[in-house]
């Protein structure tokens, strides 16, 4: 064997320039679905079926291109562990001249894969993972010089470099680069009233033997598996983006920020999960999405809030991660300690949005940006959660997320552990933003505008204690100055009012009673 060609669980690209040079009539591809290399809660059960039944199609897709696959199920006794452990197994049974493998999602797993090779003696070649569209280079000369990595400047020089929505001159069409705006709207008391809720694909035998696999094997993993609904191939992935621009990007922008009772998909594409398998092609979605605008299918502000979101925050989010690997994972700038609550893997607690957003996750390993940011991981962040857990929380339990984008999401976006890295100020608000964006307090024993007393919201209480507590660390960052300000403004008995509240809080929460 001349090259063996390490494929991971998140790197399914048939198009991948990686094939280009190899021949498979003298090079193999190796592919394990045990293909985590870290110790960690365990994962969702749909991300476990999601991640499989998308490796085994690919397997079989590429055998029937001529490819020789050596392929380990999780079913195999006994198996590798993990993908470098698997690899040092094939490297002894195959004698490859080399290894070829493209870059993981993961740093630790990209020096675990280094050292496999180099004890083996066996050169190793990493090629750039060409599914997505800035480089490691790219970005670096980006960032280079910037005090602030801020995402709208490095947005508009995407949008430049691919000629997304951009006149000759390259400025904006429309006059401007983000419509931010109009894409904030509530649904008011009538809700979204009756919304294509996007395509359900048929399980062949190859997706159902996976299904029953992670309902046997995997019983006790946390999820459920009744609505598993996400593609699993190539063609499946362009159905389901055909699917979103006809029906739901017209409105995707104005309403991509509210959420409502028992709706979880809303207007939302859905489509982050084959993206980040590589099922998907980004610049593709992209495009499609502007010439949906471009045709007067949709408006410019729903087009432009689903462009931003890929060709914006997804290589964005990558970048930043690449560029502060591997330390970056570990920060805590804002030395939080508290425990992962139990109720984030069971959904058990009188807060409604908290029970109703992680009732969608333990459902079907998913929920948009909102609840994640600003009901999630808002929590997290005013409790003072550790970053480390909740990361590890979201990455087990969300169908799309791998280190790459959930590190700095969470971390980074949602908990400001980064210092501001990828958001420039924590993304602070009181119950009083959920209760304008949802219809989630209406049902809920908690009365959003209180801070104090036994009926106050554990947010709207702790949101007032984190502007108290973290007053100094936070008065040199301008954008904080209006919440700060209103925070100075309340006396001491008031703040000390709150204060009391959030104990009870944090130990009503500890026993499992909030």
Known sequence: MRTLLLVLRDQLSRDAAVFEALDPARDAVAMTEADVHRTRSPDHKQQLALGWAAMR?????????????????????????????????????????????????????????????????????????????????????????????????????????????????????GGAWNFDDDNQESFGADGPGMIPEGPSFERDNVTEDVLDRVRTAHANAPGALDDFRWPVTPAQAEAALDDFIEHRLPTFGTYQDAMWTGRPFLYHSRLSA??????????????????????????????????????????FVRGVYWLRAPEYVDRNALDATADLPDFYWTGDTDMRCLRECIGQVREHGYAHHIPRLMVMGLFGLLYGIDPQQMN??????????????????????????????????????????INRMSNYCSHCRYDPDAATGEDACPFTSLYWNFLDRHQERLSGNRRMNFQLANVRRKSEEDLQAIAERVDEVRAMTEAGTI
Not at 291 to 315: C, K, M, S, T
Not at 401 to 411: L, Q, R, T
Request: aromatic fraction near 10%; glycine fraction near 6%.
């Open 274 to 315: 084959a993206l980040n398998l590589k099922l998907l092609d980004p610049l593709d979605a992209v495009e499609r999405a502007a010439q949906a605008y471009h045709d007067g299918h949709a408006p410019l502000n729903a087009v432009e809030g689903f462009v931003r979101q890929i060709l914006g925050w997804r290589e």
């Open 392 to 433: 590890d929380w979201h990455e087990a339990m969300y169908v799309d997320a791998w280190e790459w984008v959930s590190a700095p999401n969470m971390i980074g976006m949602a908990l400001y552990a980064d210092g501001g890295v990828v958001g420039t100020k924590p993304y602070t608000a009181s119950g009083k933003y």
């Open 57 to 173: 199609h690919f397997r079989d897709d590429l055998r029937e291109r001529g490819w020789t696959v050596h392929y380990q199920p999780i079913t195999a006794d006994p198996g590798a562990d993990d993908a470098p452990d698997y690899l040092r197994q094939q490297i002894e049974t195959h004698a490859p001249e080399q290894v070829c493998v493209t870059e993981p999602g993961r740093y630790d797993l990209l020096r675990a894969i280094e050292a496999v090779c180099d004890e083996a003696g066996v050169p190793l070649e990493v090629h750039a993972d060409d599914h997505f569209l800035a480089t490691h280079r790219t970005f670096e000369q980006w960032a280079e010089g910037r005090k602030e990595l801020t995402l709208e400047y490095f947005y508009r020089e995407q949008r430049r470099a691919h000629d997304v929505l951009v006149t000759d001159d390259g400025d904006p069409v």
